[in-house]
């Protein structure tokens, strides 16, 4: 495989796998980083976010990641449903699902990542440079972030079959309104 077809199968693999499949693996993905996520107290507490916390149960752990895999899929296929006529429920539901498969890096992290004390954090916050561990979570996260972002404009993409400022600006709002619903849906249902 050429090094372009590894990198546009990295940051789009929809154009390969939708549907079912994109949905079994992505679920794959998900209870692997819920069940790692929730030994290394990594919670994935939105749509686009990721915290390291002291404590967290398995069933935390689930919750967050059913409420924001719930509220993604819902909001992309209300937006999908507004730029587009013709696709399926079913290409959202996979292609979304797949596309927080990079999370799993941060629960893989998270797993061996020392958290500092909140209160020694509070007093000097420079102590966060003493753990190499959580400060490599740190810079991590942007790029999974910005990984599991340009997955989901793809997802959206290849399953409503539309493109350009229509396309840019639905996502843009539907990725934000999934984040604040899912954050609202997570503080009032957990």
């Known amino acids: 495989m050429k090094s372009k077809e590894f990198?546009?199968?990295?940051?789009?693999?929809?154009?390969?796998?939708?549907g079912w499949q994109a949905f079994w693996l992505g679920l794959v993905f998900?209870?692997?980083s819920g069940v790692i996520g929730g030994f290394g107290n990594v919670i994935f507490d939105g749509v686009i976010d990721s915290?390291?916390?002291?404590?967290e149960t398995m069933l935390q752990s689930f919750g967050y990641l059913g409420i924001s895999m719930l509220t993604l899929?819902?909001?992309?296929?209300?937006?999908g449903l507004i730029i587009s006529k013709g696709f399926r429920f079913i290409d959202i539901l996979g292609t979304m699902t797949l596309s927080k498969a990079p999370f799993i890096l941060l629960a893989i992290v998270g797993f061996f990542t020392k958290m500092p004390d909140?209160?020694?954090?509070?007093?000097n916050p420079m102590v966060i440079l003493s753990s190499t561990s959580f400060l490599l979570m740190m810079i991590l996260s942007v790029p999974v972030l910005v990984w599991s972002i340009t997955l989901m404009y793809n997802a959206l993409k290849i399953s409503c079959g539309t493109k350009g400022s229509k396309l840019t600006t639905a996502f843009i709002i539907a990725i934000l309104g999934s984040e604040a619903i899912s954050k609202l849906l997570i503080y009032f249902v957990l």
């Open 7 to 18: 990198f546009e199968l990295i940051f789009n693999p929809f154009t390969r796998i939708a």
């Open 30 to 32: 998900l209870i692997l």
């Open 51 to 55: 915290h390291l916390v002291k404590e």
């Open 73 to 79: 899929v819902l909001v992309m296929w209300i937006a």
């Open 118 to 123: 909140t209160n020694e954090i509070m007093k």
